[in-house]
């Protein structure tokens, strides 16, 4: 005699099929958009705690879906707005499923946009992703890279971005620059005793004359920055004292801006460049990577 489980089979296959076929054919639909409070209609997507219930099971196949739906979308951007479509996506991805690492990379490297003349966006929702991402794959070269380069560039965070470059530059397949762009970070955010710890260990573990060479050079950079920046402290009290700039660095000690004549360790005497600020003359080029305003003159 058939049993009862047995003959209910039958009946139930064709409900399973049909509740598969509606999961699949919801999960290749394109998601719906908000209501347009402009031009442009932001992506609509369900709450992780609903999907985590209707898809249990499937959350993987949904992650994988919803990665589909940010390439294409990333694909098809043209404007900021379009663009900024990339970071709910990668959001929702990875809440389901937090160790999508492809998904952190992919995302924050495309999502800031520039409007022209150096005016970006979506750079605070890239950082986002980074700092999340980074909590699971703290040894991710790019994402390190890729957060010191937004920290650096955007939010002008030298300092933190010096140190994620710092930890970088000591991870496996690390670029050999990394060290050296640490160093010219930790200098621009007026902590050259860190770039010179950072040098002065570089200097200690290298291994041929070439590095140490390198970083023989360096150590003197960073001591003349050092110098520099005592300088252009003076000069900016200067300049608050009487309105205008010094006519030189030797008017600074001599009024009492310096408490002892800079010292500069490649021999060079220093003079006060155009922008208000103080360069060495035996090496004009200062040691950072972006350029202060040009103060002027008052």
Not at 115 to 143: A, H, I
Not at 197 to 224: G, P
Request: net charge negative.
């Amino acid at each position: 005699m058939m049993s009862l489980a047995m003959k209910s089979r039958p009946f139930l296959f064709p409900v399973v099929t049909s509740l598969c076929g509606l999961l699949a054919l919801l999960l290749l639909v394109d998601p719906p958009r908000k209501p347009a409070r402009g031009p442009h209609q932001e992506v609509l997507l369900p709450r992780e705690d609903v999907l985590r219930v209707v898809g249990r099971g499937y959350i993987q196949m949904i992650a994988d879906y919803l990665w589909i739906q940010l390439v294409q979308t990333a694909g098809r951007a043209v404007t900021a707005e379009e663009y900024r479509d990339l970071y709910p996506y990668a959001e929702l991805i990875t809440d389901l499923d937090p160790y999508f690492d492809m998904v952190y990379r992919f995302a924050a490297g495309t999502l800031p946009t520039n409007l022209g003349r150096e005016t970006w966006v979506n750079t605070e929702e890239s950082t986002r992703l980074l700092r999340k991402g980074l909590k699971l794959f703290p040894d991710d070269l790019k994402m390190n890279m890729l957060l010191a380069y937004n920290l650096s560039t955007f939010e002008k965070n030298y300092q933190e971005a010096a140190q994620l470059t710092e930890r970088a530059s000591r991870l496996p397949g690390a670029p050999a620059y990394l060290p050296q762009l640490a160093t010219r970070l930790y200098a621009q955010a007026g902590s050259v005793d860190a770039g010179l710890a950072l040098a002065e260990s570089l200097l200690d573990s290298a291994e041929d004359e070439a590095t140490r060479q390198l970083f023989e050079q360096r150590i003197r950079d960073l001591e003349l920055e050092a110098e520099l920046q005592r300088v252009d402290v003076a000069i900016a009290r200067f300049h608050e004292t009487y309105g205008v700039l010094p006519p030189d660095v030797d008017t600074l000690s001599w009024l009492g801006f310096l408490s002892e004549p800079p010292h500069d360790p490649q021999g060079g005497g220093f003079f006060i460049g155009s922008d208000g600020r103080a360069y060495s003359r035996t090496q004009q080029r200062r040691l950072e990577i972006f350029t202060p305003f040009n103060r002027g003159r008052g």
